[in-house]
């Protein structure tokens, strides 16, 4: 990008400078299609409540109305690979039970039938499922195997000890369950997504698995990674190479009725943020050789610092198959309510969970999905308590310091729930799209507390 161009009037309602478009249509090596198209909803201006950030009652609904009647990642299909795998996944109050038997993966209720103890507290193999406390123990299937002192339970039938079961499904391999045995299936709920996200991570690996505590509730981690606009205040370091204030939003519609739509951003990497005015492509070279730490081509052989940090990225990754964008770009899908895989070479996916009953508490999990030489067994999770950094987490490499920025702002976010008098929180028409969106999708899920 060059000073000229930086200088362009913007469209209404947008920021000064290129548009991703614009920069995309230039790259040597274009981006799939998704990538060219942009899309929109008008969902208005109203300020979000903020009850529902920091209430118990709306935290209740959401258990009832959002977390037991949607699809939402388990794990990742690696996580059972061979029969009798057994993986945990809890969300707010509730746990479920995931295990893959002889015909497939299978989702349970993570409760045992006699006093309710979890079945399993961990993830792992096991030769059946079998309660710690007294014994009481099921096959694979959820069928009753047995039950010490099966005579001094004459309430009780075999046929009424079947486990109770969610709703198991898959995409790109992630094992997604809904615990509504009512609910439309999966393709109806992801409805044009996957056609818009033609990265397929089926034969990647699991090469990090961190989980942070964080004091503050789900959503409003999960937000401060659905907009660029924060990074001129939260990360001032990486203006000189981030088009934070021109990155392009999108909202699409849900494609079956009653389903909710799903949305993303793209925020170019390689040039300079629109704040900073006349800042040259130079210097963005200077940077980005920085901040990779690598060496780049000049910009009088590539024609741009985008352009040579693209190809010193594509010999770098031996991915001769991407385009510049999906090397380079800082792109985010959001799957309703709570999961976020990046787009292209990236192996970065976020998950947001509500922690226990207490809607000041959330868990941020980040996954890493690496091609690798053969494919891998999942890393063993690594988690991080409130208090620690994420930088004790070596495996998230540059991105634990730029985590650590970002959460750092959370457990203030959360008292100033508490202590605004405001009439709600506001958002940004158009880099704040997404948030909007998602709160949309909420309120038709869980509706007015
Ligand atoms: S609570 Fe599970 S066997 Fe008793
Ligand atoms: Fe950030």
Redesign the pocket.
């Known amino acids: 990008m060059t000073a000229t161009e930086a200088s362009v009037a913007a469209p209404a309602g947008r920021s000064n400078g290129p548009s991703v478009q614009d920069v995309l249509a230039r790259d040597r090596v274009p981006p799939p299609s998704t990538l060219c198209q942009e899309s929109q909803i008008d969902l208005g201006h109203e300020p979000i409540p903020v009850e529902r950030y920091i209430s118990s009652e709306w935290h209740t609904l959401e258990v009832e109305r959002l977390w037991k009647r949607v699809w939402q990642v388990a794990c990742r299909e690696d996580d059972l690979r061979r029969v009798g795998d057994t993986y945990v996944y809890d969300v707010a109050d509730l746990s479920f039970l995931l295990v893959r038997a002889e015909a497939g993966i299978r989702g349970y209720w993570n409760a045992c039938l006699h006093r309710a103890m979890k079945l399993r507290a961990e993830e792992g193999w096991t030769p059946e499922l079998r309660c710690a406390f007294h014994g009481w123990s099921w096959s694979y299937d959820g069928n009753m195997k047995r039950i010490p002192c099966k005579w001094d339970f004459p309430q009780l039938r075999r046929e009424d000890l079947v486990l109770p079961q969610v709703q198991v499904d898959t995409w790109n391999g992630w094992v997604f369950i809904n615990p509504d045995l009512e609910a439309a299936p999966l393709s109806d709920y992801l409805g044009s997504m996957p056609s818009h996200f033609p990265w397929d991570t089926t034969g990647r690996s699991v090469t990090a698995r961190v989980s942070k505590l964080l004091r503050c509730n789900w959503k409003a981690a999960m937000e ?2 659905m907009e ?1 606009y ?2 001129i205040a ?2 001032p370091q990486i203006l000189t190479m981030l088009a934070d204030a021109s990155a392009q939003y999108d909202v699409f519609p849900a494609e079956v009725e009653g389903q909710p739509g799903w949305n993303r951003f793209n925020t170019l990497s390689g040039v300079a943020s629109p704040h900073l005015r006349d800042f040259s492509d130079d210097r963005v070279l200077q940077a980005l050789a920085a901040y990779y730490g690598i060496d780049l081509p000049s910009i009088e052989e590539t024609g741009s610092a985008r352009q040579s940090l693209a190809e010193a990225l594509r010999a770098q990754s031996g991915k001769d198959t991407y385009s510049d964008s999906e090397l380079l770009d800082n792109i985010l899908y959001q799957v309703f309510p709570n999961f976020q895989p990046w787009a292209g070479v990236s192996p970065i996916n976020y998950r947001f969970r509500p922690y226990g009953a207490d809607p000041d508490e959330c868990v941020m999990d980040v996954i890493f999905l690496i091609d690798t030489d053969g494919h891998e067994a999942p890393v063993p999770a690594r988690v991080l308590g409130f208090d620690d950094d994420w930088t004790e987490a070596p495996e998230l490499g540059l991105l634990a310091m ?2 650590d ?2 959460t750092s702002n959370l457990a203030h976010q959360q008292k100033g729930f508490k202590a605004t008098k405001a009439s709600g929180v506001q958002l940004a028409a158009y880099q704040e799209s997404r948030i909007r969106h998602f709160h949309h999708e909420l309120g038709r899920w869980v509706g007015d507390a």
Do not use: E, G, W
Request: glycine share 0%; charged share 10%; proline share 0%.
């Open positions: 401060a990674f660029s924060h990074v939260t990360h730029v985590f920025q970002d």
